[in-house]
């Protein structure tokens, strides 16, 4: 039980890491916190979903497919609103309820197009056999969703280390004043990484039916707060510090239910809690605040 | 300590990770007094204010305020005792207007000070009183601080960068409100980069550097000093 | 500051705006009022639905179900009233509470206030019965609760309620519990969720086990918000249970079903709620072959009762909803039906449209009242008693499944 | 300042009459009563974030703390629903202790903690294990001290009282240091003001008028569950009412209240994914060309707003 419960929290663990990485991505380039995070998610999912449904394509194939569709979406969503935002007088909180319009404005249409009724993916559709790993059987949804999800981190740390534009990414995430002086195209970088954070959100969202259950318009809001404890443990703008946040989260969470379930719900909310009020630079981060 | 003194630091450290921002610093200050605080950038002047203001606690070594302890007290703690402060990036409150911003340190503050009136016309903001604080200028905010410092009636000023972006005029009209300050008994630590404007109030100068003092006289002296020399030109 | 003629009209202009949008919204949600005259040209029914939030999916059937059943009437020229003889058309009022429980107390008490209804229909299910119950005690007007079934809501002293689908959900699990026994299952496995829906229906199994000394190797809670159930089910696995007993909703019944395939695991027993109630659905999410073998509660249309006395059987309801709808009902669709079923029946008995006359109705033939949904009974409190869930099993047919009932 | 007390006076009269008088000209009662909860609420939020920057998500754990403490005094002890009221005022001020750690963090850090400690909240009220005290998941029944009148003029008076406390604050000191503290602390310490106590003073204020308003709600609905007090979209609503109206006067809650809550009642309940969706687009609009909201228009015209 305890081999198992290791484990699954790993694999779980990995997609979690996904499920916060696009959400950091966005809060350490523009400082913003994307609150319709949940909802570019819950767009994934369905994408996939009516990809399966409809033409049989494998969610694999949906995840190529939405990452590159998202990129624009987030660009233009960029050019289109944010440059007004950073004029006014608090951009971080505006921000804040900014985004939170665009989550209505998503789970509103969302209703309107899909509908109530939850939906899920048979779970063959990744693969439907069963991995043997240390003499425990998992099922092969799960093993492929971390797999994925690692592959994709991957290419994330790709992408920021050795890349021109992510390092130019990596310079903005430092001091967007410093890296503006220093000849960086700060809009334009920030608009690539507002397209990266929503597709990692999306590419997130066509493995969801095989970790969270069904999908329902609605469940952007929960996903939104699970993924900001997520990578508020890991480190706040630090990308790849929401790998240990997942992977905490991740285990904590199947520790929780293995072995006292009825309080499983309190985790992200306890962990998040805590790392803010102890360490709210996040536990890889370093102290910002002096205040 | 000499018994006029109203400020007294001894042997100040203040550090920030591995930096030190201030090594060891003493001096004292006498009611009515002004002293100047010079150095290059980074040598830990703005540093020594935040100290006495109580916005940092020092690391090391104590802070007295006529006569009693003040080491660990809080900023808001020090302005009720009569210690208050510019800033070189002016802080006003920004939506509140010009006379709101004293009305706030009157109310709070709790100290004998002159009527808001005449400390209006003092920085010479009468006529904006009823304007947002925000819409000023950044030399007029700087008057802001130096009248909303004034109206929790300090004994102790601690004065950081007032002169800097005014022309001449505006900078003689400066100096003779600081003397006329001092005139009535405030005593005034004054952090400035430009030295005829310090030249032109105070004979008492400290000269830091890398967050020790490395002179103390008159301007004229520490033109020749060899120490102070070598920082301002190797800096 | 001056005050100036201008200020002092921009300082009404203020008020203005004020009065106007507050009346704005009070004649707005007016709209559809309308008085109940002494002898009524029409029977006002007023009632609320969801259409989004997590109650839409249940809320939206049980709402179709009860508009079939006013169309039906009304195709016929009306509902038979006793007290009248002679039948008067039906107007339905609806209005959409979106799952929101504090939306639907204002709504419930739009219908009671200004719409006047002659009789008030809740929502699906407890949440949103709930608050309905005070604000019905407190104006006097029969609550006509189809799917509302928590236990708090009967009571001596509240008259003003009738419960007319399901039992309440502690009565849920008795078939379930004695069907245990008599198969001596020992090793007994209950998740259960945190919802009052669930957590009673755990609470009366496992007393019901108690009295045949049976306590179950793993019996825990988990939050109505899970949805992630590998680990779970791996840890009910290393207890050894010969029957799983899982107590959710839809959402939980899903992703805890695909969980049990995906793993392997075999047990000689598992039983949800909701493949009784939602049987496409679930064919859809969890898929056919992973359903096949499990227990559950079967209601109405999966389960056919032959000796209807009331209202369309089985088939023929099935036909007619199929028609108006496009689509085939589902059990909600039942049970909004049947609570048409018994207002129908209640004005056909009826002395007068007063509430305590109508409710006075309803023991004409409560016990005697046999509809597709099964025999109509209440208990001197409003809770229904005629209707038992029985446990059956899902067996492979064809492409589908069907229930083969186990007992009773 | 006694001209801009007159105009908030005016307000006040105003919303206390609409609130006395529209029962006897539109019956439904439980309407204006929720737009009472409403209007009580932003004007706490009001208090928090108009004087003091701190955004609170959060803030439906207040209400919930408060519509429990109030339920459970009755249930358990007896208590009157008045004084249980005030019970319930206090155990979210008690709950503001435990969680005065929060004001240590700022803008989006305070706003998702505040968050997550309501959720944290009621995860604790609803789980089986507290079932003795709280009832857990089989929610509250109050039936037995049911009284939709005394509980509506209950209320009006709580609506009075909040009203009070926010014109005053309006036109005090103490207003004014919350709003120095809120611009720059710093300075605000330099001017005298005791940064922490009167900071920490707004959010217990805050968090006792939630209480109230929560426990007054209980009393008014009587039969309950806790998602029912710890809905998320409590907290929202109450938010987007203030900053629509425009935050830190009297007038823009509301303003915020009486056009949005209104709207919602004219389309929300046929067409409520429509409701939302116009929701979602207002709040663009809003963000987009009238960040300091409503008032603001009146504001540009130069005349005071109270």
Wanted: aromatic share 10%; hydrophobic share 45%; net charge positive.
């Amino acid at each position: 039980m305890l081999t198992y419960t290791i484990i699954s929290g790993l694999l779980f663990g990995l997609f979690c890491s996904l499920m916060g990485i696009g959400l950091n991505l966005i809060f350490g380039v523009m400082r913003f916190v994307n609150l319709a995070h949940g909802d570019f998610l819950m767009l994934g999912a369905f994408g996939a979903y009516f990809a399966y449904t409809f033409w049989g394509l494998s969610p694999a194939l949906a995840l190529v497919v939405e990452i590159i569709v998202m990129i624009a979406i987030g660009a233009l969503i960029y050019y289109a609103f944010v440059p007004r935002l950073l004029r006014s007088r608090d951009p971080e909180m505006l921000s804040l309820i900014f985004f939170f319009g665009i989550s209505q404005i998503i789970q509103a249409i969302a209703v309107i197009a899909f509908s109530n009724n939850p939906r899920s993916i048979v779970w063959s559709a990744l693969g439907s056999a069963n991995y043997q790993v240390l003499g425990q059987g998992f099922q092969e949804s799960w093993v492929v969703s971390a797999l994925i999800s690692a592959i994709v981190i991957a290419l994330v740390y790709v992408y920021l280390y050795h890349t021109k534009i992510g390092y130019a990414t990596r310079a903005v995430m430092g001091s967007q004043e410093e890296a503006a002086s220093s000849g960086i195209n700060v809009h334009r970088v920030s608009a690539i990484a507002m397209g990266i954070g929503l597709a990692l959100a999306s590419a997130a969202g066509t493995l969801s039916p095989f970790l969270l259950g069904s999908i329902t318009p609605n469940m952007g809001s929960d996903i939104t707060t699970t993924s900001f404890s997520i990578i508020i443990i890991g480190s706040l703008g630090n990308p790849l510090g929401t790998v240990l946040g997942g992977l905490i989260y991740g285990l904590s969470s199947m520790f929780m239910q293995s072995y006292v379930p009825s309080w499983a719900n309190l985790v992200p909310y306890l962990l998040l809690f805590l790392i803010l009020l102890f360490k709210p630079s996040g536990l890889l981060g370093k102290v910002v605040r002096h205040a | 300590m000499s018994p006029k003194s109203i400020l007294v630091l001894e042997k100040i450290v203040k550090q920030f990770g591995q930096f030190r921002a201030l090594d060891g610093v003493s001096l004292e200050l006498s009611a009515g007094e002004i002293l100047g605080l010079v150095g290059p950038n980074g040598s830990g002047k703005t540093t020594c204010i935040n100290v006495i203001a109580g916005l940092y606690r020092p690391d090391e070594g104590n802070l007295y305020f006529q006569g009693s302890k003040i080491t660990r007290h809080s900023l808001t703690h020090s302005a009720h005792m009569g210690i208050n402060r510019t800033f070189q990036v002016p802080k006003p409150f920004k939506s509140l207007t010009v006379r709101e911003n004293l009305v706030i340190a009157d109310h709070y503050a709790k100290r004998p000070h002159p009527p808001l009136d005449e400390l209006l016309e003092f920085v010479g903001l009468s006529s904006l009183a009823d304007r947002e604080a925000g819409s000023l200028n950044s030399s007029q905010q700087k008057l802001l601080d130096l009248a909303r410092a004034l109206a929790t009636g300090p004994n102790l000023l601690l004065i950081d960068e007032l002169a800097a972006g005014l022309n001449p005029s505006e900078l003689d009209k400066v100096a003779e409100k600081v003397q006329y300050l001092a005139k009535s008994g405030i005593a005034i630590l004054l952090v400035e980069h430009l030295l005829g404007f310090i030249n032109s109030l105070t004979k008492r100068v400290i000269v830091m550097n890398a967050g020790r003092e490395i002179f103390e006289g008159d301007l004229e002296t520490a033109a020749k000093n060899p120490e102070v020399n070598a920082v301002y030109l190797g800096g | 500051m001056k005050s100036t003629p201008y200020r002092v009209l921009s300082r009404i202009a203020v008020s203005g705006v004020i009065a106007s949008a507050m009346t704005l919204s009070g004649v707005a949600a007016a709209s559809a009022a309308s008085k109940a005259p002494a002898a009524p040209k029409q029977i006002v029914i007023g009632t609320l639905y969801a259409s989004s939030g997590s109650f839409a999916q249940s809320s939206l059937p049980q709402y179709a179900g009860l508009k079939f059943w006013v169309n039906q009437m009304n195709q016929s020229g009306g509902a038979y009233v006793k007290a009248f003889h002679k039948k008067i058309p039906l107007k339905l009022v609806a209005y959409n509470d979106q799952s929101s429980s504090t939306t639907a107390a204002t709504l419930y008490n739009q219908l009671i206030t200004q719409n006047k209804v002659n009789i008030l229909v809740s929502d699906f299910g407890s949440v949103l019965t709930s608050v309905a119950v005070p604000i019905a005690q407190e104006h006097k007007m029969l609550l006509i609760d189809p799917t509302g079934t928590g236990d708090s809501f009967f009571s001596k002293t509240n008259p003003y309620i009738a419960l007319t689908s399901l039992p309440t959900s502690g009565v849920w699990p008795t078939t379930l519990a004695n069907y245990l026994i008599d198969k001596h299952y020992k090793r007994i496995a209950v998740i259960y969720d945190q919802n009052d829906f669930d957590q009673s229906q755990a609470t009366t199994l496992t007393n019901k086990l108690k009295t045949a000394h049976i306590t179950p190797v793993y019996n825990n809670s988990v939050p109505t918000s899970t949805s992630n159930y590998p680990v779970l089910v791996h840890a009910i696995m290393s207890s050894n249970p010969d029957a799983v007993i899982e107590l959710g909703y839809p959402t939980n019944d899903i992703p805890f079903l695909q969980s049990v395939s995906a793993s392997g695991a075999k047990f000689n027993m598992l039983f949800t709620i909701f493949p009784g109630q939602l049987l496409s659905s679930m064919e859809q999410n969890v898929g056919v072959t992973s359903l096949a073998g499990t227990y559950t509660y079967p209601t109405p249309p999966l389960l056919v009762y032959n000796n209807v006395n009331f209202g369309l059987g089985m088939n023929a309801f099935a036909t007619a909803f199929s028609k108006a709808n496009n689509s085939a009902p589902n059990f909600l669709d039942v049970a909004g039906y049947n609570a048409g079923l018994v207002i129908q029946k209640a004005l056909a008995n009826t002395n007068g449209l007063s509430q305590l006359q109508l409710r006075q109705s309803l023991y004409t033939f409560s016990g005697k009242m046999f509809t597709l949904d099964g025999l109509f009974k209440l208990s001197p409190t409003g809770a229904q008693i005629g209707e038992t869930l029985p446990v059956a099993q899902l067996v492979k047919s064809g492409n589908g499944l069907k229930v083969n009932v186990v007992t009773p | 300042m006694r001209k801009h007390l007159l105009y908030g006076a005016i307000v006040f009269v105003v919303v206390i009459l609409l609130f006395t008088l529209l029962p006897s000209v539109y019956s439904n009662e439980d309407l204006f009563f929720q737009a009472m909860v409403y209007l009580a609420l932003a004007q706490g939020v009001n208090i928090l974030y108009g004087f003091t920057g701190y955004l609170p998500f959060g803030y439906v754990g207040f209400f919930g703390t408060g519509a429990y403490a109030t339920a459970l005094s009755i249930t358990l002890l007896h208590i009157p629903p008045i004084p249980a009221i005030l019970i319930g005022g206090l155990a979210s001020v008690v709950l503001g202790i435990l969680l005065s750690p929060l004001l240590r963090l700022s803008g989006a850090y305070f706003a998702i903690g505040s968050l997550a400690a309501s959720q944290m909240v009621y995860y604790i009220v609803s789980n089986p294990a507290l079932q003795n005290l709280t009832n857990g998941p089989y929610g509250i029944n109050l039936e037995s001290v049911y009284q939709p009148r005394a509980s509506y003029i209950t209320m009006i008076v709580i609506v009075a009282l909040v009203m009070g406390v926010v014109i005053y604050i309006r036109n005090s000191r103490f207003g004014l240091a919350l709003q120095a503290i809120r611009e720059d602390p710093v300075s605000a310490g330099m001017a005298g003001i005791h940064v922490v106590r009167q900071r920490a003073m707004a959010w217990f204020l805050s968090a006792m008028i939630a209480g109230v308003v929560g426990g007054a709600f209980a009393w008014h609905i009587s039969v309950f569950y806790p998602t029912t007090v710890f809905d998320l979209n409590i907290s929202i609503f109450a938010i987007v009412f203030t900053l629509f109206g425009g935050v830190t006067t009297v007038l823009g809650p509301v303003l915020g209240m009486f056009v949005l809550y209104g709207f919602y009642n004219v389309i929300g309940i046929s067409e409520p994914q429509y409701f939302q969706l116009i929701y979602g687009v207002l709040i663009l609009v809003l963000v987009l060309f009238l960040p300091s909201g409503m008032v603001s228009l009146m504001k540009r015209r130069g005349h005071y707003v109270p």
